[in-house]
């Protein structure tokens, strides 16, 4: 079975960063593509933005409330996905998951998620 | 960017009932829908796939349908173990998640 393992999360202050891990296992995490979705609390899902393989070139890509501050990158050799994050506000609060990003399945595995507070 | 629009926001129902949410995109997504799961606490599952293709392991009772713009998810006959909450994505470019749909208890 698949498995997607975040941490890294905390508390942060305003302005802060924060650097979020994604330990994969139990599949070829080399080919597949991967996401990162968030969910403030009480509220809904947010995809927050995606790297491809880097056989389908490894590029990325973000959601606008993201974009120029969250930086996703991935390390194939220790199958292991991240997301670095600046200019923290609090409004990117949130529990943050990973999950395999299949232009077939949609996202068809999920992390447990890691929690991010951004407070004074 | 495209939008997608689900209702009801809260639906509450029986033990037994035959429910249905929608989902709407704001532009032509072909069948690239997905239909997720929720439960508090809990990341979501994936449930349904391409509109209509249901995931290995989630019940006969659940089902999709749709293309372009309009899609429906049905639970037939409702379980105790359906009362959660439920997103439409669509990923024909990038991705968007629907607002989610709270299925209770009446």
């Known amino acids: 079975e698949v498995e997607l393992v975040e941490s890294g999360g905390g508390l942060v202050k305003p302005g802060g960063s924060l650097r979020l891990s994604c330990a994969a296992s139990?599949?070829?995490?080399?080919?597949?593509?991967m996401s990162w979705v968030r969910q403030a609390p009480g509220k809904g899902l947010e995809w927050v933005g995606r790297i491809k393989s880097k056989t389908d070139g490894g590029t990325t890509d973000y959601a606008a409330p993201v974009k120029g501050r969250f930086t996703i990158s991935r390390d194939d050799s220790k199958n292991t996905l991240y997301l670095q994050m600046h200019s923290l506000k609090t409004e990117d609060t949130a529990v943050y998951y990973c999950?395999?990003?299949?232009?077939?399945?949609?996202?068809?595995?999920w992390g447990q998620g890691t929690l991010v507070t951004v407070s004074s | 960017d495209i939008q997608m629009t689900q209702s009801p926001s809260t639906l509450s129902a029986s033990v037994g009932d035959r429910v249905t949410i929608t989902c709407r995109a704001s532009q032509s997504i072909s069948s690239w829908l997905a239909w997720y799961q929720q439960k508090p606490g809990k990341a979501p599952k994936l449930l349904i796939y391409?509109?209509?293709t249901l995931e290995s392991g989630v019940p006969s009772r659940f089902s999709g349908s749709g293309s372009g713009t309009e899609f429906t998810l049905t639970i037939s006959s409702l379980q105790p173990d359906d009362f959660a909450t439920y997103y439409c994505q669509q990923y024909n470019d990038y991705s968007t998640f629907g607002q989610g749909t709270k299925l209770d208890i009446k």
């Open positions: 139990r599949f070829t995490f080399t080919n597949a593509w």
């Open positions: 391409k509109a209509s």
């Open positions: 999950t395999t990003d299949s232009s077939y399945y949609g996202f068809d595995y």
